[in-house]
C-alpha cells in the first residue's frame, strides 16, 4: 500500500505541474517556440502519468513483501526471479543476489515510472536523435519516434532489471541454448571480452531449421542486406520481393540480445536495443565462469 500510496503522490504532483504549465503557455502564445516547447513537456508528462497508472495496476496485484523490485507470479506464487530458468553453470555458481546485481548494474539515464527496472522507461528528450556507434540508429530517427515505432509511447517497460520485449510484442524470434554453459558454448575469448561471432552463427542455424528457410533467409529477416543479391538471383525476383519473402518489406533493423538468463537470444529491434544500457547474458555468463574457475 506504501508504493500505491507513493505512485499516486507523485500521479497528483504531476497533475498540478502540467495544469501550472498549460496555464503558463496559454498566456504567451504569441511564442511558436515556447508552444512547442511546452507541448513535448505536455506529452512527456501525459505518457508519465499512464506509466503510472500502468505500474498502480501491477502493484495492486503484486506482493507488496517482495523486494528488490521483484513481483509474485499470480499462477504459482513465486517470485520471477526464482522462475526465471538460468543456464546451469549460472545457476550453480551465483547466488539470487549476485545475480540481481549483476542484472541491475547498469541502465540508461532518463525517467522512470518507478522502481529503475521494475518500472517503464522515458527518456529526457524526446526529440533527441540517440546515436551509439556507426549502426545504431542508421535511419536517424528520434526518441519518439522510436518510440512509436515499437508501441511504447507511454514507456519502455522493464521486468527483473530487463527490457520486457514481449509485452511490447518486439520478440521477431527466439533460440534456447539448453548446454550446461547456455550461450557461453558459443562465445570465444577477445581481447578482454567475447566475439559473439559463433553464438550468432548458431542462432542463424537454429532459426532456420526452425522456421524451415535457408540463413540468408533468416538474415535478411534479422535485416542484413548482404544475402539479398543471392536469393534474387536464385528466385529470379526483384530486390523487394526478397525482403517481402523474407518477412521483412519495411527493412527493419534487428539485433540479437543475449537475456539475463544466459541462455535465450532474442531478435529484437536495433534502434530501441542499442539505445537502452543493460547487462546480458554475456556479463552473467562471464561472472558465472570466473566464479567457477
Not at 522510436?146 to 519502455?156: A, D, P, Q, T
Request: charged letters at 30%.
Amino acid at each position: 500500500m506504501r508504493k500505491i500510496r507513493y505512485s499516486y503522490m507523485k500521479l497528483k504532483t504531476l497533475t498540478i505541474i502540467f495544469s501550472l504549465l498549460f496555464t503558463m503557455t496559454s498566456c504567451e502564445s504569441d511564442s511558436l517556440l515556447k508552444a512547442e516547447d511546452a507541448i513535448g513537456k505536455a506529452e512527456k508528462m501525459i505518457q508519465l502519468v499512464e506509466a503510472f497508472i500502468d505500474d498502480a495496476k501491477s502493484i495492486v496485484s503484486a506482493d507488496s513483501t517482495q523486494e528488490k523490485g521483484m513481483r509474485t507470479d499470480e499462477k504459482t506464487g513465486q517470485t520471477n526471479d526464482t522462475i526465471m530458468k538460468y543456464s546451469p553453470i549460472i545457476e550453480r555458481n551465483l547466488t539470487a543476489d549476485e545475480r540481481h546485481a549483476i542484472t541491475y548494474a547498469m541502465f540508461p539515464q532518463g525517467n522512470w515510472s518507478g522502481e529503475k527496472g521494475e518500472s517503464r522507461y522515458l527518456p529526457y528528450d524526446f526529440n533527441a536523435m540517440p546515436r551509439r556507434g556507426l549502426y545504431s540508429n542508421m535511419r536517424n530517427l528520434t526518441w519518439r519516434e522510436i518510440l512509436k515505432e515499437n508501441r511504447c509511447e507511454s514507456g519502455v517497460p522493464y521486468k527483473n532489471g530487463e527490457v520486457d520485449y514481449e509485452t511490447i510484442g518486439c520478440v521477431f524470434a527466439k533460440v534456447v541454448f539448453e548446454g550446461d554453459k547456455g550461450i557461453g558454448e558459443f562465445l570465444r575469448p577477445k581481447n578482454g571480452s567475447y566475439d559473439r561471432q559463433f553464438l550468432h552463427e548458431a542462432a542463424y542455424d537454429r532459426l532456420a531449421k526452425q522456421k524451415g528457410v535457408s540463413i540468408d533467409e533468416v538474415k535478411v529477416y534479422k535485416g542484413d542486406s548482404e544475402p539479398v543479391e543471392r536469393l534474387m538471383e536464385r528466385w529470379n525476383c526483384t530486390e523487394q520481393d526478397v525482403w517481402k519473402r523474407c518477412g521483412n518489406p519495411n527493412k527493419r533493423i534487428r539485433v540479437f540480445h543475449e537475456c539475463a538468463d544466459g541462455r535465450t537470444v532474442i531478435l529484437v529491434p536495433r534502434e530501441l536495443h542499442d539505445h537502452l544500457s543493460h547487462c546480458g547474458g554475456v556479463e552473467m555468463y562471464d561472472r558465472a565462469l570466473e566464479k567457477e574457475s
